[in-house]
């Protein structure tokens, strides 16, 4: 069997949608720590409390606003596309690249890590919003649940990167692991 080049994909957005490439992380590359300085500390805390909010929003139209914001507060991130020669999977090297290809995903390597993660979360969000925007026929009941699982996974990344510590101590109710939606 002949292995054939994969096809560029041709994506059709409207004006107001990027076409942001997601930058990942190498799994096998995830820092297990994550020592933040105090600028990138304040950058990601500002981020994640700005998608909270627009994770709030009750139209999609406001939650792209809102998470536009955090992308632009957050700044850009410095990356170093990685070339995956082994995938440390039963996957074949081609077959990700194939699969980066089609979902417009490409892996890197960063100093940044926090802030790449943090990125990568916005853009996904960004993503999820654009497509419940253009397909208002979505079932509500999945797409809070889809809004429920990024506030989860915000508040893995507050822990991860000690973001909540002071909001828990003040008043344990308005502590990120309470954030639900209505």
């Known amino acids: ?10 994506m059709e957005t409207s004006r107001d949608e990027s076409l942001a490439v997601l930058e990942l992380l190498i799994p096998w590359d995830l820092p297990l720590e994550q020592p933040l300085s105090p600028t990138d500390r304040s950058r990601i805390d500002r981020a994640l409390q700005q998608l909270l909010q627009a994770l709030a929003q009750p139209s999609p139209q406001a939650a792209l606003v809102s998470i536009s914001q955090a992308l632009t507060a957050l700044g850009e991130v410095d990356t170093q596309t990685a070339s995956i020669q082994s995938t ?18 490409c892996h890197v390597h960063t100093e940044q890590s926090a802030l790449c993660l943090v990125k990568g979360l916005l853009l ?24 429920q699982g990024f506030i989860s996974y915000i508040q893995l990344l507050q822990r991860t990167f000690d973001l909540d510590t002071d909001r828990s101590e003040a008043d344990p109710t308005t502590a990120p692991h309470k954030t639900e939606l209505p």
């Open 124 to 147: 996904t969000c960004q993503k999820f919003f654009e497509i419940d925007r253009q397909t208002p026929w979505l079932d509500a009941h999945q797409v809070k649940q889809q809004q």
């Open 1 to 10: 069997m002949t292995q054939t080049a994969p096809r560029e994909l041709s």
């Open 88 to 105: 440390q999977t039963a996957l074949k090297a081609w077959e990700v690249e194939d699969y980066d290809r089609y979902f417009q995903i």
